[in-house]
């Protein structure tokens, strides 16, 4: 088990304006991983996919303009986006704030899993 104290979490080099913290993965024990991004105005990532991950990507402040497929949408304060494997994404920070913050989850998709009505009896 890894408890990390957000404000002093590893940083990743990422791109300019778009600053990226590691807050769980391999090196916390894990499969899944976790990041707390700082984006300034103007900054984002250009379109891509992840193939086996799903994205988890959680704004706290600001507004993220997003395209998920062919769809642009301004994503607000205490929203969540959900995103599959394959499902083609950039994002850009939108507004006047002074940065968004967003932390993104990713983890090896498992579409094998049953369903969640079936329970298990013992």
């Known amino acids: ?11 990743i080099p990422w791109r300019e304006g ?17 990041s707390l991004s700082v984006i300034e105005p103007g900054a984002g990532a250009p379109t891509h996919f992840h193939n086996t991950a799903d994205e988890v990507i959680i704004v706290i402040e600001g507004a993220l303009e997003m395209w998920i497929g062919d769809e642009r949408r301004i994503v607000a304060a205490d929203h969540t986006i959900s995103l599959p494997p394959a499902c083609r994404m950039a994002l850009s920070r939108s507004g006047r704030d002074r940065r968004a913050s967003s932390p993104f989850c990713r983890k090896p998709a498992r579409r094998s899993r049953p369903p969640m009505s079936k329970a298990v009896r013992r």
Do not use: H
């Open 18 to 34: 778009y600053r990226r913290f590691t807050l769980a993965g391999p090196d916390q024990g894990v499969a899944c991983s976790a």
């Open 1 to 11: 088990m890894a408890i990390v104290e957000n404000q002093r979490a590893a940083e």
